[in-house]
Nanobody, 126 residues
Framework: QVQLVESGGGLVQAGGSLRLSCAAS????????MAWFRQAPGKEREFVAA????????YYTDSVKGRFTISSDNAKNTMDLQMDNLKPEDTADYYC???????????????????WGQGTQVTVSS
C-alpha cells in the first residue's frame, strides 16, 4: 500500500501563487506516475498535471500550461505543484494521485490511479 498526504493549500488573491506538496509513504518503490487532480463544487474531478517518475516527463491540462509546474523528488518521495498567476477558476480541492506501472493507462484519467490523498483546498479570490 501507498499513503499520500497533501499540504500547501489555502486562500490567495488572483494573480498570486501557491505551492502544493504531496508526500508518499509505504511501498513507494512501485510508483510509476504521480499526478494532481482537482474538483470544484458540483463538478467532476479533472486532471491538472502529471509526472512520470522514470525520466520526469510532465503533462499538463491546457488551462494551466505556463502557470503551473509539477516536479518530483524520487529520493524524498515527494511531488510538488507550483501554481503561479492563479485565477478564480482554479478554486477547487486538489488531490494527489499515484499509480504503479500500468501499460496502456491514460495518464489524464482518474481511473488510472489507485492511490489518492485526502485533498487540500485552494481558494482564489478575485
Amino acid at each position: 500500500q501507498v499513503q499520500l498526504v497533501e499540504s500547501g493549500g489555502g486562500l490567495v488573491q488572483a494573480g498570486g501563487s501557491l505551492r502544493l506538496s504531496c508526500a508518499a509513504s509505504g511501498r513507494t518503490f512501485i510508483l510509476y506516475a504521480m499526478a494532481w487532480f482537482r474538483q470544484a463544487p458540483g463538478k467532476e474531478r479533472e486532471f491538472v498535471a502529471a509526472i512520470n517518475r522514470n525520466g520526469g516527463t510532465t503533462y499538463y491540462t491546457d488551462s494551466v500550461k505556463g502557470r503551473f509546474t509539477i516536479s518530483s523528488d524520487n529520493a524524498k518521495n515527494t511531488m510538488d505543484l507550483q501554481m503561479d498567476n492563479l485565477k478564480p477558476e482554479d478554486t477547487a480541492d486538489y488531490y494527489c494521485a499515484a499509480r504503479g506501472s500500468l501499460p496502456g493507462a491514460t495518464i489524464t484519467s482518474p481511473r488510472s490511479y489507485n492511490y489518492w490523498g485526502q485533498g487540500t483546498q485552494v481558494t482564489v479570490s478575485s
